[in-house]
């Protein structure tokens, strides 16, 4: 089955709006890009989007009570719920350390979730 779809391309400040047909296996450009950016874009948005996901775990005995992550890469947009519910069951002990592995292999994707900032321990009574 094919299908038009009009994609807003992000990778500028003009903000094309790019119409692409697609049978989900294959892409054409029909109108609307004002450069090769803008084509590339709209390719791999009509045949695999991908994000970059960002969220927050819980921190067990740390100076805050949750600490932000990111994906390691974009993440297939098909992938994204599994993910997150790995990340919604997770919860890490304090300390942690920008750049720390919270998560390997999320949703059994080969994808990691890294902490953005550190989180001290606190002593608890």
Known sequence: ???????????????????????GKTAKILEGNKCKKGIEY????ALDPKRML???VKVIHGEWPL?????????????????????????IKAPITIGQIIIKNAGKHDISIIATRN???????
């Open 1 to 23: 089955m094919t299908s038009r779809k009009k994609i807003t391309c992000i990778l500028c400040p003009i903000g094309c709006k790019i119409v692409v047909q697609s049978n």
């Open 67 to 91: 600490v932000s992550v990111k994906s390691s890469k974009p993440v297939p947009k098909k992938y994204l719920f599994d993910i997150l519910n790995d990340i919604k069951q997770t919860s």
């Open 54 to 56: 960002t969220s927050s």
């Open 42 to 45: 709209a390719y791999h948005e």
């Open 119 to 125: 989180v001290k321990k606190v002593q608890t009574e």
